[in-house]
């Protein structure tokens, strides 16, 4: 294991001189993204729910509600790119896993520096998510360390997951397609994103339940402004986040060698 | 370098892909059947095994540049895969530079160059760029791979594509990036599956004449082909492979004296006519070979056969003389030409 750290950091280092080239779009994707949803859903449609809900959303302004979960959708969709991209074109568009693995790497390692790229885009993207978030009063400076942190988790164990299911991927078309219509759509919208979980119909609470995005909103909501949270809980939806982080990195390694050497 | 007895490889495949690969198989002779990589049934799922590489010997000594010669599908590609330890054999022995792939695959590859059959670019990348990235997949320092990379883009005559993207090269040009690709950890056994197919001969020429380069500074070549030309100009010693087996191993020159007559006579007679033509030649020739567009005659003695068929009354519509070749061997030895078999 002791050699395995510095060869998947060769594959993170060309995986980073990649996103480099797309450092534009990124940095402008980055503070764009999050800079319009606070105008538009934050304060607009904000502005409607609490005015139509003097006491606020369980008890804070919308704005309050919504900013951990944004984040941590941001983080998610990060990992959830930062991954699956890479890993089509490694294994389908221009097949440059291939090539790596006729170096000395193995497709173990392949795998982990894909993630390890990633989880520098998350932490990017993250941090300037909640610079923006902060610049539009939706959370408070000491919620930094902490927010910043559980969402990186989120992204970077779904970028696990995103890992195991992409290199199954036999063509992009039918992955892209089913991901998002069954996968990732589900989670952004009941995931207790807009409004909390209990409000859905039971029949449709368990797809929050499941979800990484609902786990990591719920800390997220506690960290920043207190929202009521069991220790037990706060405890289950981390290790269930490091579960699945741990479940998917695991397999998508096993998949990635198995892959690169039929 | 490389030493390999009875190695195989075995691709399983669903029993739907069966019914599929079957069919064309049907309707042609049982002579082209038979030539199919064998199936092997297994299991209970109904599902069969197909003998890609079907219990081959091999061995190349260090500094000796080998060819595997075979038609689409003969395994040359499965065969490369293995000896490049990045497909895991089924059967049989195999050692690479002294090792068995099986269990020390990354000391092996760390002292391999591999050109696979498809271009495997990053094409976003800069030609530098692709090669830095590559040198560093082996963690090779920069310190050491900025001067190496130097002499690559030299090698290759990339230096005024260097900071150009990828995506914009020809194939000849991206092909010769692949080959300094894959010299980037200075190897000792260079693999190269199919390095001029596509190319036009010019490019191809280009491409001969660097490796001819790298065979002097003896780095050992093994290398797959399905041109003749190249097999004889670029390979001291070679294996022909049909459906998964060896069929016939030597140099090239030796091959062709052990399987072919001197020279052969090409006689066309339109393509109706060479298998009624083909009766009345009767003993011109020690063997003559009927193709689709053509009649090979193989002979010692060529100019004077050709005399001899328009003596009795049979004008080709073109007539050529010349050597024998590999493809005559490959004919020879398969029933079939090489390329477009
Ligand atoms: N991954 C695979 N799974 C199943 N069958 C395979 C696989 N790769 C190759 N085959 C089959 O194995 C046989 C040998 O293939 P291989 O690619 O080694 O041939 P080749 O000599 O390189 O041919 P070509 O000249 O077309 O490159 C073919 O019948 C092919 O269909
Ligand atoms: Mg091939």
Request: charged fraction near 20%; aromatic fraction near 8%.
């Amino acid at each position: 294991m002791s050699l395995t750290a510095p060869a998947s950091f060769r594959v993170a280092e060309y995986r980073l001189r990649s996103m480099w080239k797309w450092r534009n779009s990124i940095i402008a994707f980055g503070v764009g993204n999050p800079v319009l949803y606070l105008v538009s859903i934050g304060l607009g449609v904000g502005a409607l729910v609490d005015a139509n809900s003097p006491d606020g959303v369980t008890g804070v302004p919308y704005l309050l509600f919504l900013a951990p979960a944004l984040l941590a959708t941001a983080a998610i969709q990060a990992g959830q790119d930062e991954v699956s991209f890479p890993t089509l074109a490694g294994f389908i568009w221009n097949r440059l896993f291939f090539a790596m693995r006729a170096t000395s790497l193995s497709g173990g390692q392949i795998a982990d520096g894909v993630l390890l790229a990633a989880s520098v885009r998350i932490i990017f993207t993250t941090t300037v998510y909640w610079l923006v978030l902060w610049a539009f009063g939706a959370v408070d400076l000491g919620s930094a360390l902490p927010l910043i942190g559980v969402s990186t988790l989120a992204g970077v164990c779904w970028g696990a997951v995103a890992l195991a299911l992409t290199s199954r991927a036999k063509t992009d078309s039918t992955y892209i397609s089913v991901m998002w219509r069954l996968v990732i759509m589900p989670m952004f919208l009941f995931s207790g994103t807009f409004y909390p979980l209990a409000v859905l119909p039971l029949w449709l609470q368990w797809i929050g339940w499941i979800s990484p995005l609902w786990h990591a909103t719920e800390l997220g909501r506690w960290l920043s402004y207190g929202a009521p949270l069991e220790p037990w809980q706060a405890l289950l939806s981390t290790a269930y986040l490091l579960a699945l982080g741990a479940t998917g990195l695991l397999l998508g390694r096993r998949t990635f060698e198995a892959r690169l050497t039929a | 370098m490389i030493r390999a007895r009875a190695l195989t490889k075995a691709y399983s495949r669903a029993a739907s892909a069966k019914r599929a690969e079957r069919r064309p198989s049907e309707d042609t002779s049982a002579k082209r059947a038979e030539r199919r990589p064998s199936e092997v049934s297994t299991g209970s799922d109904g599902g069969r095994t197909l003998l890609a590489v079907d219990g081959i010997d091999l061995d190349v000594a260090a500094g000796e540049s080998f060819g595997i010669l075979g038609a689409n599908g003969a395994g040359k590609s499965t065969t490369m895969r293995m000896i490049g330890a990045t497909l895991q054999r089924t059967s049989g022995e195999l050692t690479i530079l002294g090792r068995d792939p099986a269990h020390e695959g990354p000391v092996i590859r760390a002292h391999l160059g591999v050109v696979p059959q498809q271009d495997t670019l990053d094409t976003e990348l800069t030609v530098r760029e692709n090669l830095l990235t590559y040198g560093r997949y082996f963690g090779l320092p920069r310190t050491a791979l900025v001067p190496r990379i130097e002499e690559l883009l030299d090698f290759a005559q990339l230096q005024d594509k260097r900071d150009e993207k990828v995506e914009a090269l020809s194939g000849g040009m991206k092909r010769r990036l692949t080959i300094a690709r894959g010299l980037v950890n200075d190897p000792s056994l260079l693999l190269l599956d199919e390095p001029t197919t596509g190319l036009d001969p010019q490019a191809r020429h280009i491409l001969w004449d660097r490796l001819y380069q790298l065979r002097e500074t003896g780095v050992t070549l093994v290398l797959t082909t399905h041109y003749m030309d190249e097999a004889e100009q670029l390979c001291e010693r070679l294996v022909i492979m049909d459906a998964g087996r060896i069929v016939a191993e030597g140099a090239p020159a030796d091959l062709i004296r052990t399987y072919s007559s001197r020279e052969v006579v090409e006689v066309r007679f339109g393509t109706n006519r060479n298998s009624e033509v083909l009766p009345h030649l009767h003993g011109i020739g020690d063997r003559i070979e009927e193709l689709p567009d053509r009649l090979l005659v193989y002979t010692d003695t060529g100019e004077s056969d050709l005399q001899e068929i328009v003596a009795r009354g049979f004008m080709p519509v073109t007539a050529l003389v010349r050597r024998a070749s590999l493809e005559d061997v490959f004919l020879r030895l398969t029933g079939r030409s090489l390329v477009d078999g």
